[in-house]
């Protein structure tokens, strides 16, 4: 199986954090749209340009250049100093929304983050899921992200560093040689500064250069880190994405359909489908939820959604299904073309902090006997070698390979 990977990566992270955060706290104006740089002190000639706007970009300043040297440049230039408590607060509001798509993701810095959907992504394609990733991190958390799509960390990362800003970009096996090979070889991942001159000298400038050079002669010329840098150039790289377990604060998941679906028995299906492959996190990580929300996206790419509250925390299959159900019935408007469905579950708790009657605790102990057992199975022989019987036709519904 191909690992799924995306690398995410904000912006002009510090300037558009700074912008956001001034904005919600009633700024009139975006210092994303002005000459304006994130630095330190101006009032000492030591510091330095952390960050800088697109406008502030065009009168040329640069990165790490002198604020001394900035102002001179652009006389009008706005500057706001660094404060690493509001970027930790965005850089966490980013990971817990992407924890609602998979408990596997490296903190790369920061403002990067890896993301392992490799058994994530209920029928659904990678690059389905970047471009949603990417829309609600525009709509909910106000900044944009550029993404890398791919099958390791190399190539995810390689591709985010494409064309900037708000871009997703692809970067397959079969892509390399037109997308990565023809790039200067100072642009491969991991390459120090002190090896581009050396490799230069080996008449090495590109990366398509290194990738087709004598491996044998690398290994002699740089150590270990010859053949690595090898391989990087070839595609290769077999590292993990390395997470940390962390409870999310919410779990979903969504699916973009190959065609338009009107018939709500079948988007009954794909939401059970959806349900319960967000139900099977929820008990990995011993949560309960207590609401519930289901998105439409129609064929013109309208969202529309629906929440309701459990009338008790909880991780079941059924009982989270059935308010699902509910609120697909309260919003679908019949007839109408539906291109996305999404289930989210909210307001988690630990189940430890459950509390309940007599009568409620043994109804949800034979509820969660049959959910733990179809989880066993699933862990045993994997996700998909147990089907429940309302979600026996998602596979021809979504005509996509099982993952």
Same mark, same amino acid.
């Given at each position: 199986?191909?690992?799924?990977?995306?690398?995410?990566?904000?912006?002009?992270?510090?300037?558009?954090?700074?912008?956001?955060?001034?904005?919600?706290?009633?700024?009139?104006?975006?210092?994303?749209?002005?000459?304006?740089?994130?630095?330190?002190?101006?009032?000492?000639?030591?510091?330095?340009?952390?960050?800088?706007?697109?406008?502030?970009?065009?009168?040329?300043?640069?990165?790490?250049?002198?604020?001394?040297?900035?102002?001179?440049?652009?006389?009008?230039?706005?500057?706001?100093?660094?404060?690493?408590?509001?970027?930790?607060?965005?850089?966490?509001?980013?990971?817990?929304?992407?924890?609602?798509?998979?408990?596997?993701?490296?903190?790369?810095?920061?403002?990067?983050?890896?993301?392992?959907?490799?058994?994530?992504?209920?029928?659904?394609?990678?690059?389905?899921?970047?471009?949603?990733?990417?829309?609600?991190?525009?709509?909910?958390?106000?900044?944009?992200?550029?993404?890398?799509?791919?099958?390791?960390?190399?190539?995810?990362?390689?591709?985010?560093?494409?064309?900037?800003?708000?871009? &997703?970009? /692809?970067?397959?096996?079969? =892509? @390399?040689? $037109? *997308?990565?090979?023809? !790039?200067?070889?100072?642009?491969?991942?991991?390459?120090?500064?002190?090896?581009?001159?050396?490799?230069?000298?080996?008449?090495?400038?590109?990366?398509?250069?290194?990738?087709?050079?004598?491996?044998?002669?690398?290994?002699?010329?740089?150590?270990?880190?010859?053949?690595m840098i090898w391989e990087?150039?070839n595609g290769i790289d077999?590292?993990?994405?390395?997470?940390?377990?962390?409870?999310?604060?919410?779990?979903?998941?969504?699916?973009?359909?190959?065609?338009?679906?009107?018939?709500?028995?079948?988007?009954?299906?794909?939401?059970?489908?959806?349900?319960?492959?967000?139900?099977?996190?929820?008990?990995?990580?011993?949560?309960?939820?207590?609401?519930?929300?289901?998105?439409?996206?129609?064929?013109?790419?309208?969202?529309?959604?629906?929440?309701?509250?459990?009338? &008790?925390? /909880?991780?079941?299959?059924? =009982? @989270?299904? $059935? *308010?699902?159900?509910? !609120?697909?019935?309260?919003?679908?408007?019949?007839?109408?073309?539906?291109?996305?469905?999404?289930?989210?579950?909210?307001?988690?708790?630990?189940?430890?902090?459950?509390?309940?009657?007599?009568?409620?605790?043994?109804?949800?102990?034979?509820?969660?006997?049959?959910?733990?057992?179809?989880?066993?199975?699933?862990?045993?022989?994997?996700?998909?070698?147990?089907?429940?019987?309302?979600?026996?036709?998602?596979?021809?519904?979504?005509?996509?390979?099982?993952i």
């Amino acid at each position: 199986m191909k690992r799924q990977i995306l690398h995410i990566d904000v912006n002009n992270a510090f300037l558009s954090w700074t912008a956001v955060d001034m904005l919600k706290r009633g700024s009139k104006i975006d210092i994303r749209e002005i000459p304006a740089i994130i630095g330190g002190d101006e009032s000492k000639r030591s510091g330095i340009v952390l960050a800088k706007s697109m406008k502030a970009k065009e009168c040329g300043i640069k990165t790490a250049q002198t604020i001394y040297q900035a102002r001179l440049m652009c006389p009008n230039l706005k500057i706001f100093q660094s404060d690493f408590k509001v970027y930790r607060k965005y850089s966490d509001a980013l990971y817990y929304l992407l924890l609602e798509y998979t408990d596997k993701i490296e903190r790369f810095s920061i403002d990067e983050c890896f993301l392992d959907l490799t058994n994530y992504l209920m029928k659904d394609t990678l690059l389905n899921k970047a471009k949603e990733i990417s829309k609600r991190v525009k709509e909910e958390l106000g900044f944009t992200v550029n993404i890398g799509v791919a099958n390791n960390k190399l190539l995810a990362k390689m591709a985010s560093d494409f064309i900037k800003p708000d871009k &997703i970009h /692809t970067l397959y096996a079969q =892509e @390399i040689p $037109q *997308k990565m090979w023809t !790039l200067p070889i100072s642009d491969l991942f991991m390459l120090g500064k002190k090896t581009v001159p050396k490799l230069y000298n080996l008449q090495i400038k590109t990366i398509g250069d290194l990738a087709k050079a004598d491996k044998v002669l690398l290994e002699k010329k740089f150590g270990k880190h010859g053949i690595m840098i090898w391989e990087y150039a070839n595609g290769i790289d077999d590292s993990e994405v390395e997470y940390e377990k962390e409870n999310p604060k919410g779990i979903g998941n969504s699916v973009t359909l190959p065609q338009n679906i009107s018939d709500i028995k079948k988007l009954e299906e794909i939401v059970l489908a959806l349900t319960e492959q967000v139900t099977y996190r929820l008990r990995r990580y011993d949560l309960l939820a207590n609401t519930v929300s289901v998105q439409l996206r129609t064929k013109e790419f309208q969202d529309f959604s629906h929440q309701g509250k459990l009338i &008790i925390a /909880t991780a079941s299959t059924k =009982e @989270i299904y $059935q *308010k699902a159900k509910e !609120l697909l019935e309260q919003m679908y408007q019949r007839g109408n073309p539906i291109r996305l469905v999404g289930v989210r579950v909210g307001n988690l708790i630990e189940k430890k902090e459950q509390q309940l009657s007599l009568f409620q605790e043994e109804k949800d102990k034979r509820q969660e006997k049959l959910d733990k057992a179809i989880d066993e199975l699933k862990k045993k022989y994997g996700y998909h070698s147990i089907t429940r019987a309302g979600k026996m036709n998602v596979g021809n519904i979504l005509k996509l390979k099982d993952i």
